[in-house]
């Protein structure tokens, strides 16, 4: 009975609320209505849903909206990505005026892709962004590539040199390539082509960075390496706003290697000259005991290593950006000067940027904007880097020696031999340069119907580089070169023009279904000329390279290149239910720098995502915000190989009496392709305890084929090489980025962020050569070997096994003596002969995880950051103590020959003063190079804004930041962070120019 009851109860209810459900229906009227900002601008493509039904629209140009059959007492849903959504009840309104405030957090969730903007929630790839402003406030730096390090998963960022102007080394998930670039493709404003260096730093608003293959597929051809998007400030509208940033920076040299004084080099140079020279039966004595004397008392001597440095460096940064409009036109001016000084003598460079920015409405459905921004830059600077480098000399010449004899000469002199001295590099040096760059970029943007929108952008980069250098009769070059004088002249000027045309559609349906859809049409035209002169024996050094011509002999070239590209591309992202989302992209680029028949190629990718939070077994678990699994695939082009290498080219030659003749220089090959890369990723995006704590796990697999390589050809062709497409390179790794906010409060807050990169890169295949390795030239390069299934950046040696004692000697090879290097036989020589065959892997200087950890603390009005980076899992090659290491015809004054080879200590690693020391490249050299290095300590202080109304002030913060304040590692070298330079030869120690530690004062102020 009970049973029957409860049936017919839920029948009678169900028919009640079809009742009252069709009652309610049947009272429907036509709503209308606008959705603006705060600022009262309209929300154009904002979607309103009646909350239940199946009903909803997206606003037009002007925010308006039409809805019919709204039930009377309905809810209104509007909501827009980077505002808050709003629910309004109709209650019989017939016009609805709805106000969206924008969301901090959600606006900070809207990321730049290629071509466009999407929101972080629909992204299938894998997308790190940063705010620019941010980065700057935690460590003020003039070049934002620094303060970017450590801050984006996958992207390895290092400051390859402390000298004034020096750009930063940047890759993404590794090396792609052999010969082409390696370096990411940045693309400013939407104009392809540019470095950090071009903008002022204070005008950047934010950085993206495009890794896996289906978010850089739709760069095609040059999407291999990564993609860096920039986009700068906007202006704002409203009564003219003035901001101004300036900063002073103190820098010192962080730590110099220990020299000896005059007295202890007088004191070793005897004994060398005792022991070296004595087994050869010509004992020398270099220094009486009244000079030492004199040396102990500083009368005499001189410490180079000190003296190539200044004790502190100053640097001055000032920023300053106007910025206002009206409702319909916007406009930002701003201004950067520059002025470095390095921490070594004569150092410099001085730089100026510029930008102007204007936006304008000129109808409701269309606007136009223009961007123009530039710089000019010169540097000024010695030799600071292979074995000729002041760093090197400096550290090798004898303290005993003055740089100067009482007529004013260069001592060029070391103890048995000639050697320049190292003060002629900081001295005489009249080597310098400048460049300047114009970029114009102007645009359309036409609304042609809801969500569908047409913006064109034409573009144009006006670059002139000019780099000259004067060798006048004190210089080292003069010195090499048998006095000879000489004064070169390179300029380079460079025009590039790009035009794209973006069909973009972004409609959202009943919330269901959300789909953003671009096609373009992209063409690309470059022209580069260089202009060289050379003079030899010029006629007067204050002239040097204002007028080569000016000279006995001169020599000069030109050259032009050009190259074009055309490019079509599709994309589509489609989302469903807000949990199910599919990207989609093709591109087809056809370029100018490959014959015919292989100048077009197509790149495809594809990616899918899941929000598994929109799901019932997530939805309604609290303490999980987001829960997102995201898997593609893409593949993608490197075209940055030098310009006509499919193609023969021809050079001239004079014969002993001038006439001139021509020769084919190089063979071209037309079969050449592009190299392409093929990449998955695995990603999975975590969000715990509103978002409090964060996690984004990537893991992804690159395969680099068809990688260039110069290949050994026939004799009977004349020439030594050609380029062809001959190698595999394998990128695979997993990037971890940790991000929480331990305290949040009204009074405090703490926000913290650690990310963790990892990549290996080996080599799969090497065709076409005889062995399975190659080698490449260079000063670097000399120390390793690329080897078919090992790592890049190989390091290629002998095994250190000591130093030969004399009771040792029965078992030494013939060429070995009591005091000499001791190496591993391999091959097991009966006869103990070292050669070829007892070498191999002696080490590899690529990196094998990096990482960097900020903190952002603040308390009322005070602010604190701490930022610190590290590399682990590679070693350097410490060519600079090998160097120092040298004994023949001079030594240096090294303290380790204290602990050399007597035959009173021969429990030793180091050799003697003996005929031949047998000194090889080996694992005597190589030092684990892991270090972790605190980048920046910076305490700030904003006044509060009652204290600053009355002043007609927005805002006054005042900082101080210390910056590479300390250095935990294990190399004894100066900074392991330098070596890391070179994409196949990373990790040597050649005396690069080191980073100081920077004592920055700054203040920032608005009104």
């Known amino acids: 009975m009970n049973f029957k009851i409860t049936i017919i109860t839920r029948w009678l209810c169900l028919v009640l609320c079809c009742c009252l459900s069709l009652s309610a229906w049947a009272q429907t009227a036509v709503i209308k209505g606008k959705v603006v900002d705060k600022k009262g601008e309209p929300v154009i493509g904002a979607s309103v849903a009646v909350i239940g039904t199946s009903i909803g629209t997206i606003t037009d140009i002007d925010g308006a909206f039409t809805l019919n059959k709204v039930p009377d007492k309905a809810k209104v849903k509007v909501s827009y990505v980077g505002y808050d959504a709003r629910t309004v009840n109709v209650s019989g309104q017939k016009f609805l005026n709805i106000t969206l405030s924008e969301n901090e957090k959600m606006l900070d969730e809207v990321v730049v892709v290629g071509y466009g903007v999407m929101r972080k929630s629909d992204l299938t790839g894998a997308v790190s962004s940063v705010k620019a402003t941010e980065s700057l406030k935690q460590m003020p730096v003039s070049d934002l590539s620094t303060a970017l390090q450590g801050r984006l998963a996958g992207v390895s960022i290092v400051e390859q040199s402390g000298q004034p102007g020096s750009n930063s080394v940047i890759r993404v998930r590794g090396v792609n390539s052999f010969e082409a670039d390696t370096g990411p493709l940045i693309v400013i404003d939407g104009f392809i082509g540019g470095d950090f260096n071009s903008l002022n730093p204070a005008d950047i608003e934010s950085v993206e960075v495009l890794k896996d293959a289906s978010a850089t597929a739709v760069y095609g051809s040059r999407g291999a390496n990564g993609v860096i998007l920039i986009t700068t400030k906007n202006p704002e509208k409203g009564k003219v706003q003035v901001t101004y940033n300036g900063f002073v920076n103190m820098k010192t040299p962080y730590k110099l290697p220990e020299v000896l004084s005059a007295g202890e080099f007088a004191r070793l140079a005897n004994d060398y000259g005792r022991e070296y020279f004595g087994a050869q039966g010509v004992e020398k004595v270099f220094y009486s005991d009244e000079q030492i004397a004199e040396f102990d008392q500083g009368l005499r001597g001189y410490d180079y290593l000190h003296n190539i440095f200044r004790d502190v460096s100053i640097e001055h940064n000032h920023d300053i950006s ?526 094998k995880f990096n990482w960097g950890w900020t903190n952002t603390l603040t308390y009322k009005d005070f602010d604190f950051s701490l930022f610190v980076v590290g590399f682990h899992g590679f070693d350097i090659y410490n060519h600079t103590r090998s160097a120092l290491l040298s004994v023949g015809g001079s030594i240096a004054p090294n303290p380790e020959f204290y602990n050399r080879w007597t035959p009173e200590n021969e429990e030793t690693g180091i050799a003697g003063f003996v005929k031949n020391p047998n000194k090889k490249t080996s694992t005597q050299f190589v030092e684990k190079g892991d270090f972790v290095k605190v980048k920046s300590i910076t305490l700030g202080y904003t006044l509060p804004k009652k204290i600053l109304k009355s002043c007609h002030i927005n805002n006054f913060r005042i900082y101080a930041s210390l910056q590479n304040p300390f250095l935990f590692t294990g190399y004894s070298g100066i900074d392991p962070e330098v070596t890391l330079r070179k994409p196949l030869a990373s990790g040597v120690d050649y005396g690069y120019y080191p980073n100081g530690r920077n004592y920055l004062i700054g203040i920032n102020f608005g009104f």
């Open 322 to 847: 106007i910025s206002g409009g009206s409702e319909k036109t916007q406009f930002l001016v701003s201004g950067n000067f520059n002025d470095n000084r390095g921490i070594v003598q004569n150092s410099r460079s001085t730089r100026v940027n510029y930008r102007t920015k204007v936006d304008t409405k000129i109808l409701k459905w269309l606007k136009a904007g223009v961007n123009i921004w530039g710089n000019y830059n010169e540097t000024y600077g010695p030799r600071f880097s292979q074995y000729e480098g002041v760093l090197l000399q400096a550290l090798g010449y004898p303290t005993t020696i003055e740089p100067k004899d009482e007529n004013g000469n260069y001592n060029n002199m070391n103890l048995n031999s000639p050697q320049y001295n190292p003060m002629g590099h900081i001295w005489e040096i009249d080597k310098g340069g400048f460049n300047s760059s114009t970029h114009l970029q102007g645009y359309i943007d036409v609304t042609l119907w809801k969500g569908l929108s047409f913006k064109m952008l034409q573009g144009g980069t006006f670059a002139n580089n000019l780099s000259t250098q004067t060798c006048g009769a004190d210089s080292y070059e003069a010195y090499k070169n048998a006095n000879q004088t000489s004064a070169t002249a390179t300029s380079t000027q460079n025009i590039n023009w790009i035009n794209s045309n973006i069909l973009s559609y972004v409609q959202e349906f009943n919330e269901n279904h959300r789909i953003n859809a671009t096609l373009l049409l992209e063409q690309q035209y470059n022209n580069n000329r260089t202009n060289y002169s050379n003079g030899k024996y010029i006629v007067s050094e204050k002239i040097g390279a204002d007028n080569t011509g000016m000279a006995d002999v001169v020599t000069g070239n030109t050259s032009r290149n050009v190259s074009t590209l055309l490019s079509y591309m599709a994309r589509v992202n489609y989302v469903l239910m807000n949990r199910y989302m599919f990207t989609a992209s093709f591109r087809r680029d056809g370029s100018s720098r490959l014959a015919k028949g292989n100048e077009w190629e197509n790149f495809a990718s594809g990616a899918v995502a899941w929000d598994m939070k929109q799901e019932n077994f997530l939805k309604y678990v609290d303490p999980i915000d987001r829960f997102k699994l995201r898997f593609g695939y893409g593949e993608t082009g490197n075209q940055a190989v030098a310009l006509y290498s499919a193609f023969a080219k021809f050079g001239n030659v004079r014969d002993g009496y001038n006439k001139l003749g021509y020769k084919v220089t190089s063979l071209g090959n037309r079969n050449l392709k592009w190299e392409r890369t093929s990449q998955f990723n695995l990603g999975l995006d975590m969000g715990f305890l509103n978002n409090r704590l964060t996690f984004e796990i990537d893991l992804y697999h690159k395969l680099s084929k068809d990688v260039l390589l110069k290949v050994n050809t026939p004799v009977i062709t004349g020439f030594g090489s050609e380029l062809r497409n001959a190698g595999k390179i394998l990128n695979k790794g997993i990037e971890v980025t940790i991000g929480a906010d331990p305290f949040v409060g009204p009074t405090f807050s703490w926000n913290t962020k650690l990310v963790l990169s990892s990549n290996r890169c080996t080599i799969e295949e090497l065709n076409f050569i005889d062995n399975d390795y190659f080698t490449m030239s260079g000063y670097e390069e000399a120390y390793f070997r690329n080897i078919k299934g090992e790592r890049i950046s190989s390091m290629w040696g002998y095994f250190y096994e000591g130093v030969w004692k004399s009771y040792e000697m029965q078992n030494a090879p013939k060429e070995a003596e009591p005091g000499s290097y001791k190496y591993k036989n391999l091959d097991n020589d009966p006869e103990g002969l070292i050669n070829e065959k007892d070498c191999g892997i002696i080490g590899n200087g690529s990196p």
